[in-house]
């Protein structure tokens, strides 16, 4: 009969292997157009299974008992980096496909078993030994010396791959946040509510990643070079935010709305990087004619207001406007120094001002006033409020009420 020793950390691991086998074909078969995306992150949320899966065959004593189970997977980490990536690339640009000049991301993973091939050929015993130094008990500074001289291969090569490993993820953490950091400055040209689009819960979940490898590499270095063991409750620090990141990376992953089907043309001079010149020189529009177009413009937003449309494009705007995204993108970014976002936005705060300051007004929740600002959530709305007018709509009441 197979008996199963189950400490709180093993039983944390096996919580959350329940929750990757629920999270991952959730991912996987997810019936939209950014697919693709979702199965990076399924693989992605996989992947982070491995380890606790490594952790909870550890600490049930299977390890120890079928030492082959040993390591196995361990190079599977290093996709890590590259598949949160791939994941953030395929979300953010449309024209973005898996091929052979993408592929190269995942030689590390290569490297990395074909340095771990020597643990997986060793004797039982030696796989055994490494095990039990997981769980060593305090040693003294005389014996701890000769320890790490006389580490286990597998212990040697696991701790330089593990620190090989969280400065391949650093470089993929910087990776990915410029990234974000690219998206974000792309669609502040093209729409004027970002909020379910920014990807910024992406970088949370980066952060995560990095959190989940500190906390292993000081357990890790804790082993290695204190002469106490890390406590059982220690122990289950990192399980329980390996937990976290693979419910945050499931809820949003499943949450995260199409963006292919509503991002500008690529080829839009609006839309690309670079400085201002070298974005417009090719759109042909004259300084007559830019201030013409910046004319019409203030007029439509003092008399039509389209502002106060939630979910207004660029394009939107230029049709009603009759003139091309690009003639207006330019005309915006060189009238009012601003991008497209900041510029509606900033037109719906003082809309939201002037209801504020309006006696008739004063009952209106602030809810129903962002609303009719134009603003699709009360949080949008606070934080644009607070960028615009460096105060909240609270405040803004309270300093007109003191004024009168």
């Known amino acids: 009969m197979l008996l199963i020793e189950m400490d709180a ?11 990757v086998g629920f999270i991952a074909p959730l991912l996987w078969f997810q019936a939209r157009d950014n697919r693709r995306a979702s199965e990076y992150l399924a693989v992605f949320v996989l992947i982070v299974g491995v380890s606790l899966l490594q952790t909870f065959l550890l600490h049930s004593g299977l390890t120890r008992r079928y030492p082959w189970v040993s390591g196995l997977g361990q190079f599977l980490f290093f996709a890590l980096g590259p598949l949160l990536f791939l994941y953030t690339k395929t979300l953010t640009d449309r024209e973005f496909k898996f091929a052979g000049n993408v592929a190269w991301h995942f030689l590390p993973v290569l490297f990395s078993l074909l340095l771990y091939l020597p643990v997986y050929l060793q004797t039982t015993e030696a796989k055994q030994a490494a095990a039990e130094l997981y769980f060593a008990q305090r040693v003294s500074a005389e014996d701890q010396a000769y320890q790490l001289a006389a580490l286990p291969m597998a212990s040697k090569i ?19 946040l ?22 910024n819960w992406l970088r949370w979940l980066n952060w995560l990643v990095l959190a989940v490898s500190l906390i292993s590499l000081v357990f890790l270095m804790l082993r290695l070079f204190s002469q106490d063991p890390v406590s059982s409750g220690g122990r289950v620090v990192p399980v329980l935010v390996m937990f976290l990141l693979i419910y945050y990376a499931g809820w949003m992953g499943v949450r995260q709305p199409q963006i292919y089907g509503t991002q500008a043309n690529s080829s839009d001079p609006g839309v690309e990087g670079g400085d201002s010149e070298s974005k417009y020189h090719n759109t042909g529009l004259s ?3 830019a201030d013409k177009h910046w004319q019409r413009l203030q007029h439509a937003m003092d008399e039509e207001q389209p502002y106060l449309r939630s979910g207004l494009t660029i394009k939107q705007l230029a049709d009603t406007l009759g003139m091309s995204t690009a003639h207006l993108s330019q005309v915006i970014n060189s009238r009012a120094q601003v991008t497209f976002f900041d510029y509606i936005n900033s037109q719906r705060v003082a809309y939201a001002q002037r209801l504020l300051a309006n006696p008739d007004q004063k009952k209106r929740k602030v809810l129903d006033i962002a609303l009719s600002s134009g603003f699709s959530s009360e949080s949008s709305f606070y934080a644009q409020f607070r960028k615009h007018a460096q105060c909240t709509p609270s ?5 007109l009420q003191t004024q009168r």
Do not use: P
């Open 9 to 19: 950390t093993a039983l944390c691991a096996l919580l959350g292997l329940s929750l």
């Open 158 to 176: 696991y701790a330089i791959q593990f620190v090989a490993l969280m400065f391949h993820l650093g470089s993929y953490a910087v990776l990915v």
């Open 395 to 399: 405040q803004y009441r309270r300093q």
């Open 287 to 289: 300084a007559a004619d």
């Open 178 to 199: 410029w990234q974000l950091e690219k998206h974000r400055r792309r669609i502040e040209l093209v729409f004027s509510d970002i909020e379910l689009i920014n990807l």
